[in-house]
């Protein structure tokens, strides 16, 4: 792989995570050499083997500590990089911080990264991973949404959904990471995924994964999420990052989105496609949605040229099939 080193390096941030990882993986595939940065673990018991035995990684990946409770702690890994995917936002669908530690924490984070990547005099372009939410709650009730549509935070407040100040802080994060990018001339891509879905490196069970196949596990609390929704393989939105990271004309906002289904229609593909699981009733999944999150458009990433490869097959076989190997299945 040397001939390929001349791609010059990238950081990713957060690492560990179910798209981080799978992103630094994608990276090293394509040629780049990759700094990525993990939470400090004093302890030393974090297993990050899964990432430091990927192909090309003992040439050509970094690792390096990093918190966002201290951002400046993120700049030893942007020194020397071309770009930056900043993929690190803790997902606490349970509520656990409130909203104004959450989303103090990631714009300081953000903005703190975005210094580091001005400093540098290097990093060409930031790429930040968003998430559907920051499009989904708005009250303009539209059949198709678009990267012109924004969440109304005053909505997600009224809402008081556990899932609120995790979307409240995604979209601040993300209009703040713009407005300081546009302010200092650096080139911002913002990719807007909906659910996550598919195999996973990382040893845990990422939330998302945990999520889609909530019907398989049993797990009715997350029910309300697959009400009327949008899935994603992981593989696409890494492949999305890459490519609009490489496109020179791409600028702002990209909704990243694969099919949209209902929990209804999820019943019955995994019905027919794996009758070994035990599914819930029709009757037991009359359930209140938290929020619509279905009707996305995604005609400008389509427009750049990129192609989804990933169908609901995909995903599921995938993502069972790395459940079985793991044992979570």
């Known amino acids: 792989m040397e001939e390929h080193y001349d791609k010059g390096r990238l950081c990713v941030t957060g690492g560990t995570g179910f798209l981080g990882s799978w992103l630094v993986m994608k990276l090293l595939q394509s040629g780049y050499a990759v700094n990525t940065t993990v939470r400090p673990n004093p302890d030393g018991k974090r297993d990050v083997?899964?990432?430091?035995?990927?192909?090309?990684a003992s040439e050509r990946l970094q690792i390096f500590d990093a918190d966002l409770d201290r951002p400046e702690t993120f700049a030893p890994a942007i020194r020397g990089c071309t770009g930056v995917f900043h993929v690190a936002h803790a997902l606490d669908l349970q509520g656990k911080e409130d909203e104004e530690t959450k989303t103090k924490r990631a714009i300081n984070g953000v903005l703190a990264i975005l210094q580091s990547c001005?400093?540098?005099?290097?990093?060409?372009?930031?790429?930040?991973?968003?998430?559907?939410?920051?499009?989904?709650?708005?009250?303009?009730?539209?059949?198709?949404?678009d990267e012109e549509c924004w969440s109304d935070v005053g909505l997600l407040r009224s809402l008081g959904a556990s899932a609120g100040s995790y979307v409240i802080s995604k979209t601040l994060t993300?209009?703040?990471?713009?407005?300081f990018a546009e302010?200092?001339?650096?080139?911002?891509?913002?990719?807007?995924?909906?659910?996550?879905?598919?195999?996973?490196?990382?040893?845990?069970l990422p939330d998302s994964v945990k999520i889609c196949l909530a019907?398989?596990?049993?797990?009715?609390?997350?029910?309300?999420?697959l009400c009327d929704t949008s899935l994603v393989?992981?593989?696409?939105?890494?492949?999305?990052?890459?490519?609009?990271?490489?496109?020179?004309n791409a600028k702002g906002r990209y909704i990243c989105s694969a099919l949209q289904v209902t929990?209804?229609?999820?019943?019955?593909?995994?019905?027919?496609?794996?009758?070994?699981?035990?599914?819930?009733?029709?009757?037991?999944?009359s359930i209140k949605e938290v929020a619509r999150f279905s009707g996305f458009s995604t005609k400008k990433l389509l427009d750049t040229g990129f192609k989804f490869q990933h169908g609901l097959e995909d995903m599921?076989?995938?993502?069972?099939?790395c459940c079985k190997e793991k044992g979570y299945l």
Do not use: C
């Open 49 to 56: 083997s899964y990432l430091t035995t990927l192909p090309g």
């Open 118 to 145: 001005v400093d540098s005099k290097t990093v060409k372009r930031f790429v930040y991973t968003s998430t559907a939410g920051t499009v989904a709650a708005n009250a303009k009730n539209l059949d198709v949404m």
């Open 174 to 179: 993300e209009k703040a990471a713009n407005e």
């Open 183 to 204: 302010k200092h001339g650096l080139d911002f891509v913002s990719v807007i995924p909906t659910w996550i879905h598919g195999p996973f490196i990382s040893s845990h």
């Open 215 to 225: 019907l398989i596990f049993g797990d009715q609390e997350h029910y309300k999420y």
């Open 233 to 248: 393989h992981v593989d696409d939105v890494a492949r999305a990052h890459i490519f609009l990271f490489e496109h020179p």
């Open 263 to 285: 929990i209804h229609e999820l019943r019955e593909f995994i019905s027919a496609r794996y009758p070994q699981y035990q599914l819930p009733s029709t009757a037991d999944l």
């Open 316 to 321: 599921f076989d995938e993502a069972i099939a």
